[in-house]
């Protein structure tokens, strides 16, 4: 098993990395688990699969469980949806000492733990991440939020989980899409700032997608330490470290706002086409070599992601494109920060980009 701390003065805790850790749940969760009946959010996919496992393991250290089950989806995500968790874990009698347990992908995360941040000022959770995305990125590192009707995430807050579990298990029922979807989150890492990473990633990257053992608890493990290190270094996005996360993301952002946030191009699809430009327009500006900016099209390519945009068969210009990028929430003072790289392994926080030369770049993607 590996174990890793993400060292944060008084919220510390463990992302615990093997398989089979849901077998184990009251040894694994310990004193986190308090009552004798155990509240758990999951969504009604996750609950076909995990449910009796889980009930299982949890009637050996004598718990019961009591479920609250969304629909599949980033709909569950809403104003409505969170009223409706917090009022179930309201008359669960959910106190500030007590840990709820989120079982699912990056939506049940991240609603489970807004939830959990503003139930009686906050209580505590526990991330068990059931797909790849959710196990390398969002269960780690405490960022919490819903979406409203002006976008994505926009209402949430920082609260860090008490324990994440990344159960290996769990990945092996996930559609191969999703784990693609998944890798480029984990390549990501090689990317902003492990060239090592990112070399080993060119050869394994097939082993890890096809789920061999060993390489993927290897690919979790490290980008789950390279989060850990940033998110210890800058907990709320205030120096530019942890900006350096959102590599690919604004690109990635513009292209999911116009296929309308739909099937048609999952996040983690469009953060790896969003990787792609963001490599390309660093080496458009000098910065990172061409030959570089080709290597990451083509691990990209390797990984059975889309690497060029001309294969979305979008039919806007960059300047709807750029639009797009104007609602980002990263938007700061009327410019928009982009992380560009200066190497494979070396990501920086860019001030200075104009988004008419985006647009201008764009277009030039878009048309080759
Ligand atoms: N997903 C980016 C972050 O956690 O900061």
């Not at 019961?64 to 599949?72: D, L």
């Not at 709909?75 to 968790?85: I, Q, R, T």
């Not at 979305?312 to 709807?320: A, I, N």
Request: charged share 20%; glycine share 10%; net charge negative.
């Amino acid at each position: 098993m590996a174990v890793i701390p993400v060292a944060l003065a008084g919220r510390s805790y463990e992302v615990r990395i093997d398989a089979g850790l849901i077998d184990n749940l009251p040894d694994e969760c310990g004193a986190l688990l308090r009552k004798k009946t155990v509240p758990i959010v999951t969504d009604s996919n996750v609950a076909e699969l995990w449910r009796a496992r889980v009930e299982a393991a949890l009637a050996t250290g004598g718990f019961e469980t009591a479920w609250h089950i969304v629909r599949p989806g980033e709909g569950a995500k809403s104003w409505s949806g969170l009223e409706a968790l917090s009022d179930w874990m309201l008359a669960q009698g959910v106190e500030r000492g007590d840990h709820v347990i989120a079982l699912g992908g990056g939506v049940v995360g991240d609603l489970t733990g807004f939830a959990s941040a503003i139930c009686k000022r906050g209580c505590g959770f526990i991330q068990i991440p059931t797909t790849l995305l959710a196990q390398v990125d969002s269960s780690v590192g405490g960022k919490t939020a819903i979406n409203t009707a002006a976008g994505k995430n926009l209402i949430g807050a920082f609260h860090q989980p008490g324990l994440v579990l990344a159960d290996m298990d769990l990945l092996g029922t996930l559609p191969p899409r999703e784990m693609r979807a998944g890798y480029a989150e984990v390549i990501k890492y090689g990317i902003l700032g492990d060239a090592e990473f990112f070399a080993w990633l060119e050869d394994h990257g097939p082993a890890v997608i096809e789920r061999d053992p060993a390489a993927l608890e290897h690919a979790v493990a490290t980008s789950v330490s390279a989060k850990a290190r940033i998110v210890a270094e800058d907990e709320r996005e205030t120096t530019g470290t942890r900006a350096l996360l959102n590599l690919g993301h604004t690109f990635g952002h513009a292209l999911e706002a116009e296929t309308g946030f739909s099937d048609a191009l999952l996040h983690g699809e469009a953060v790896a086409l969003g990787m792609v430009l963001a490599a390309r327009y660093s080496a458009r500006r000098g910065h990172l070599s061409s030959k570089d900016a080709d290597r990451i099209a083509k691990s990209i390519a390797d990984a059975g992601l889309r690497a060029e945009i001309s294969a979305l068969g979008l039919s806007c210009d960059g300047q709807k494109l750029a639009d797009h990028m104007l609602h980002d929430k990263k938007m700061d003072a009327g410019t928009l920060p982009f992380i560009l790289l200066s190497a494979i392994g070396d990501a920086y926080l860019a001030h200075d980009v104009a988004l008419p030369d985006i647009a201008a770049f764009l277009d030039v993607q878009l048309a080759s």
